[in-house]
C-alpha cells in the first residue's frame, strides 16, 4: 500500500479506459461497429438528436465520442462518464478505476492512423467513364468541359452519384458523391410514403472510405497565382462552376462542421489572395451566417461578407437560374470582374 495508488492517473485513464465497450452497452446500436477508426453516426444518448452521436479515434491516438449537438468537441474517456452520468471528473475518473466490470487496458501506445492519400485511378475511372448525359446535368449547374476536366469530376454508376475528388498535387485525398438528382427526386417523392419500418434515407453527399475530408476544396488552384480575390463558398460542386464562370472560388471540402467552422491552418493556403468575399447560402435561419461570419472572423481582414439576393438559397441557383448570363449577372451580383483566362 503506497500512497502513489491514491493518485488519480488521469492521462492513463483517458488514454487506456475501455471506452469502445461501456458506449456499446449505452448505446447497443454500436455493438461491434467500432472499426478501430470511426462509427457510424446513431442516435445521441443524451439529447436524443437524431444522427449525431459517434467514436472516433483522435488524433492524439485516443479513443473520443462526439455529439454534433451536445458534446461537439469531443468527450475523452472521463469526460463520456461524466457527460453520461452528470457526474463531476473526480468522481468520473473514479468509476473508471472501481468499476469492475469496465477493464483500464493496460497501457500500450495506440497507433495513430497513418493520413495517406487514396489510389488517384479511382477518381480517374469515374472522370473517364462519364458519359454524355451525365455532362449534361454539370452544364445545367453552370460548369463547362474545360473546369469538369480540370478538377476530374466524374459519375460513379453504381453509387449513381457524381464524384467530386479532391486532388493536391496529383495524390488523391478524398472523394464526395453527390446524389444524381433524378434520383434525389424519385426518393423524396418515395418518402411520402414512409413507414416506421421503411425509412427512406436521401444521403446526398457520401463520401469516399479512407477520404481525408479536413481539407479545402479548391486548394492548389487559389495557391497558384496572386489573385485580385477570390470567393468563399459552401458545397464542392458550385466551386467548380464559378471556376467554369470565372470567378476563383473555394469550399470547404467536408461541408460545415459547426464546432469548427474554420481551420486557422488552412488560412496559409489564402496568402495569394488580396481579398476574399465569403457568401452565406440563405438558408431561412441563421445557420448560413453563422458558418459565415465564423469563416470571416477567423480568416481576418481580408475577408467580408457578400450577401446573395434572398430570392437565391445558395451561389448554385443563382448560377443555375439562367446559365447563359450567369457570368454577367455574377458580375453584377457581386460588384467583380470575371478572369478573362478562366473562361
Ligand atoms: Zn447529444
Redesign the pocket.
Known sequence: MTVLQERIPWAEINATADLVSVVEKHVPVLLGKFNGRLSPEVP?P??G?KT??RLRLWKNGHLMAF?S???PRGLSAIDYIKWYYDFTPVMAAKWWMENTTVRVAPRQAIEPVPIEPLNLALALRWHNDMDVRAREYLYRRGMTDRWIDYFKVGYHTGYRRYSFPLIIDSLLWGIQYRLNPKIECVLKFLRCFETMENKVNIMRYISETGSHNHNIYGTTEIQKKPWLYAVLIEGVPDVVAMWSQGFPAFSTFQGNNRAKPWDLAWNKYLKNINTIYVIPDNDGGDKGEFFASQKVQEIGGRAHLHWLPKEYKDIGEFIQKDVPTASQRLTEMLMLPPMKELL
Do not use: Q, S
Request: glycine letters at 10%; hydrophobic letters at 20%; aromatic letters at 10%.
Open positions: 445521441c443524451k439529447c438528436g449525431r452521436f455529439c449537438h451536445c458534446a
